[in-house]
C-alpha cells in the first residue's frame, strides 16, 4: 500500500470525527426546523425567525411545510 500506518490511521480518525460533525449537524438542523415548527405553531412571525436563525423568510415557510 502507498500509505503507510500511521497515514492510515490519521485519515480513518479524521473520517470518524467528520462523521461525527455530520451527524451533530443533521441533528442540530433537525431540532431547530421543530423550533420553528412549534414558534409558528405559537404564533412566531416568519421574517423573525429568520433573523434569529439566519434564514430568509421563505426558508422558514419551506421548513414550515417541511421541505428541506
Known amino acids: 500500500d502507498m500509505i503507510s500506518d500511521q497515514d492510515r490511521a490519521y485519515l480513518e480518525q479524521l473520517a470518524?470525527?467528520?462523521?461525527?460533525?455530520?451527524g451533530e449537524l443533521d441533528q442540530a438542523s433537525a431540532d431547530r426546523d421543530e423550533?420553528?415548527?412549534l414558534a409558528l405553531?405559537?404564533?412566531?412571525?416568519p421574517t423573525e425567525?429568520?433573523?434569529i436563525f439566519g434564514l430568509s423568510r421563505e426558508r422558514v415557510y419551506q421548513i414550515?411545510?417541511?421541505?428541506?
Not at 405553531?41 to 412571525?45: E, F, I, P, Q, R
Not at 414550515?64 to 428541506?68: C, D, E, L, T, V
Open 16 to 22: 470518524t470525527r467528520v462523521d461525527t460533525a455530520v
Open 35 to 37: 423550533a420553528i415548527r
Open 41 to 45: 405553531d405559537a404564533g412566531g412571525k
Open 49 to 51: 425567525l429568520g433573523r
Open 64 to 68: 414550515k411545510a417541511g421541505r428541506r
